[in-house]
């Protein structure tokens, strides 16, 4: 989304002549300064779906319309068949060593984050993190600071986290890699392999793939565990479920082997067999979530087990209409494509309880609709499990917020990719939901008359004079410590906001060290012995490490990133010093726009796009021509 994070708090507003505003800009916490050009470009066209398609376009069968499964595999098996000559290669065995130079403050997009369960803000401070192609960090001030802690050579696609909650084993956690939706060059079945399952024993501070859980080949789509959605642990007897593709699997041994306790052998692809697993703090009741895209009707809805045994499971939502365990109002069964697209039904849900009051569920799935037809993306349900007789609510209707004055915004999710939901741990009717932004209701989104625009896109309605929350969130987790603290991982990384509850939210950055960032292009500084790096990134603009005082003053962390032009960033560039002693970075935001920046200088940046050239590809191709970058 163009909503960027690191604009700081101060703002000083240079309209130049003939192109966009630029945003001259410092943030406090880490000095940082930022230099943005704001790109035009409506927010919602921004992120995970535009780009996806773009990137389908190049890379579907034409005729069908679709990425065949398995097609990274052949294409390696096809490599191994083309012949190679190497009887004249010669010279020495080079080892690179090779150092972080950033960005040192500049989170990127983040699927997993889990609080120690000991966590009390004080003595213990220990937080994870971790993005589909980030790998996994570690914090422990309480996210202030991070330390890369995955395991060298492993695949680093993570997804979830869960931690062994009884005592004695609380140093023992479970990491869950691939991710079938959003961060892959494939629409609309864009994902990220996994290769199995972590485990730590020492907190989070080392960590080693269960052999369990991988068959080795991180490249084809051959293993359950190639996407792990969610993970849970069973606070009484340590058995933990991992929500994996189409099934839940289970471990009464700690890693060691595993079985499908739900589940069924109709295949599906990626995107169909996404599922969620939550248990309550007693242990006695599990449940379970399945895509409604599933080809296998009967396993597609809500699950509960009090046990988590195989055939023990009962579905409570998501039946055959008309039947006990079909909820009114349930969006109906339809896992049709269109060109490879759902176009009806629902998709993707995820669950969550109270934890002040166990006995409410909420659920949460991807409807098909668009926002962009004023409707919401997402349809939102909560069961009062009080009484034996379950008490279903839709409320749905009330998906709804005021963005700006009298503006209406309806919840936007962008097919499922970005999806989040927390409840309030003292309070049951306080709750956030994430998707494209975050909303907030304090009466259970009862009404709308009580749900707040809360984090995201630009609003008026919450607080964030340096622009640090950022769109597309997918997970959000309250501060043991601090009941209306909320941590948010977003595309942007990373950001907290101290008092959730508050009339008009603050929002700040937890990236200390943090780096998760996804570059589409990378450029040297062609100056000889420059040490100035730079690049364009998804969802987080051009990055440019400064050591030379390109735009001033150099910054106090030298791996730390000013941030040029908005939206997404993409291809990049850098002139030569000509002789007027005058250099230049070329750079590129989404759907064509390309920018010229004059180094050495405060406030000359150029929109360079071609008149009358309409809109561009999600990103746009462009040649510097090393030898004579004049050209």
Known sequence: MINRKHYPVLLILL?????????????????????????????????????????????????????PEGIRQQ??????????????????????????????????????LAFDVRYNGTSNRVMLAGGVN????????????????????EIRAVSCFAQDPRPGFQDTWYAGTGEAVGSSAA??????????????TDNGLTWTILTSTTNGDPFGFDNPFDFVYNLAVNPVNGHVYAAAHRRIIRSTNAGSSWSTVLGSTTASTALAGISDIIINKAGSKLYAFISGRNPDRGLAGVWMSSTGDTATWTRIAGGVQGQ????????????????????????????????????????????????????????????DMTNPAFVWSNLSANLIAKRNGSTNTFFKIQGGYDMSIAVHPNIPNTIVIGGVSLFRSTDGFNTQNNVLFAGGQTSTTFTDPGRNSHVDYHLLAFDPSNANRLITASDGGLEVCNNITASSPVWNLLDGQYQTIQYYHVGIDPTTGSRNYFGGAQDNSTTLRDLTGFLGSILPDSNDHFILIGGDGGQVGMTKKNGSNQQFLFGTAQLGQLYRVQLFSSNNITSIKPSNSGEGEFITYFHLDEDNTNF
């Open 187 to 200: 629409y609309p079945n864009a994902f990220v392999y996994g290769n199995g399952i972590f485990k730590s």
């Open 134 to 153: 980030g790998g996994i960090f570690r914090s422990t001030d309480g996210g202030q600071t991070w330390v890369f802690v995955h395991p060298v050579n």
């Open 324 to 383: 006990a365990d079909s909820i009114p109002a349930w969006r109906a069964y339809n896992n049709t494509t269109v060109s490879g697209d759902f176009t009806a039904g629902w998709g993707r849900g995820i669950l969550a309880l109270a934890p002040s009051n166990q006995n409410i569920l909420y659920v949460m799935y991807d409807n098909t609709q668009s926002e962009s037809t004023t409707e919401a993306e997402a349809d939102l349900f909560r069961c």
């Open 75 to 112: 294409e390696l098996e096809w490599v191994k068949t083309v012949p190679f000559k190497n009887e004249n290669l010669q010279g020495p065995s080079v080892a690179n060593t090779y150092i972080p130079v950033g960005p040192s403050q500049n989170g990127g997009r983040t699927r997993s």
């Open 15 to 67: 309209c130049i002549a003939g192109i966009s505003t630029l945003h001259l800009s410092r943030k406090p916490s880490f000095s940082k300064k930022s230099f943005l050009i704001d790109t035009g470009q409506p927010e919602q066209e921004e992120g995970g779906k535009r780009r996806a398609e773009y990137e389908w376009k190049l890379l579907r069968n034409p005729k069908t319309g679709i990425i």
